[in-house]
């Protein structure tokens, strides 16, 4: 099983950046996908998650408006599309599929359990 994600970078305030999510090893189409974000010094922090056919999400207050999560099943991708960028936004961002079949998704990390190794979002003011 593999997660990977892709197309973190330093960007601009009020800049926009797609970030990308690659896995293998399963059946992505059965689960509902997430990202979640670990900024500097904090701790893990849910930024949404998109139902396992993608019919719907939903994110976190601070996020909503800005992110958009999108999926794609036919290339088991998922993508995170972020507008509007802050510094406060600078996080290493994570990909992960959700336990259970058939999900809807959840804010809370413990539900997930394929992880990728992340990938370095830097918003300068």
């Known amino acids: 099983v593999r997660v990977v994600e892709s197309g973190g970078c330093l960007v601009q305030s009020g800049g926009s950046l797609r970030l990308s999510c690659a896995a293998s090893?399963?059946?992505?189409?059965?689960?509902?996908m997430a990202w979640f974000r670990q900024p500097p010094g904090k701790e893990r922090e849910f930024v949404g998650a998109?139902?396992?056919?993608?019919?719907?999400?939903f994110y976190a207050s601070s996020v909503k408006g800005r992110f958009t999560i999108s999926r794609d099943n036919d290339k088991n991708t998922v993508a995170l599309q972020m507008n509007s960028l802050k510094p406060e936004d600078t996080a290493v961002y994570y990909c992960?599929?959700?336990?259970?079949?058939?999900?809807?998704?959840?804010?809370?990390?413990?539900?997930?359990?394929?992880w990728g190794q992340g990938t370095q979002v830097t918003v300068s003011s």
């Open positions: 992960a599929s959700q336990r259970r079949e058939y999900s809807y998704g959840s804010s809370f990390d413990e539900e997930y359990d394929y």
């Open positions: 090893g399963f059946t992505m189409d059965w689960y509902a």
């Open positions: 998109i139902k396992w056919n993608g019919a719907t999400t």
